[in-house]
């Protein structure tokens, strides 16, 4: 058994070596199984990129607060013009006045999603209603 198995990896190799040694036409094959080879490893890298998280750096204060913006205010009907959002020390104050209730809610709950967010002071209210005290820096709602 094991003479008929070094035979058929005998003829594979030779097989082989005629179809990329072949004067006419080699140099295409090879050329085209190089490529195949490129493809094929640029496509794992790519898999591999896709499947590894990706860790942004450590971001100041004003990136986080940019961070925050662009993620509060991607829904096109996001009251953009009224809220205001500041970041010192990692927490993210949001500032203004928003008619609809439901948005001062979603748009504190989608800044605590953040990464890099530590916390969230929501001081957002409604028109003709005051806006909320400002909580101590000791007792700022942590993300958890």
Excluded at 8 to 31: E, I, K, N, Q, W
Excluded at 64 to 76: M, P, T
Excluded at 111 to 118: F, N, Q, S
């Amino acid at each position: 058994m094991s003479r008929l198995i070094t035979f058929v990896f005998g003829a594979a190799a030779g097989a082989a070596a005629m179809h990329f040694l072949d004067p006419t036409s080699g140099s295409r094959r090879r050329h085209q199984a190089a490529s195949t080879a490129t493809h094929a490893s640029n496509v794992a890298r790519g898999a591999v990129a896709n499947a590894t998280p990706s860790r942004s750096p450590d971001l100041d204060d004003v990136g986080l607060a940019h961070k925050v913006e662009s993620e509060i205010f991607r829904d096109a009907e996001a009251p953009k013009g009224d809220v205001s959002v500041n970041v010192e020390a990692g927490v993210a104050y949001l500032r203004g006045t928003v008619a609809d209730g439901d948005w001062i809610a979603r748009l504190g709950d989608e800044a605590a999603h953040v990464d890099g967010i530590k916390g969230v002071n929501n001081l957002l209210h409604e028109p003709g209603k005051p806006a909320p005290a400002a909580e101590p820096r000791g007792a700022i709602n942590d993300r958890t």
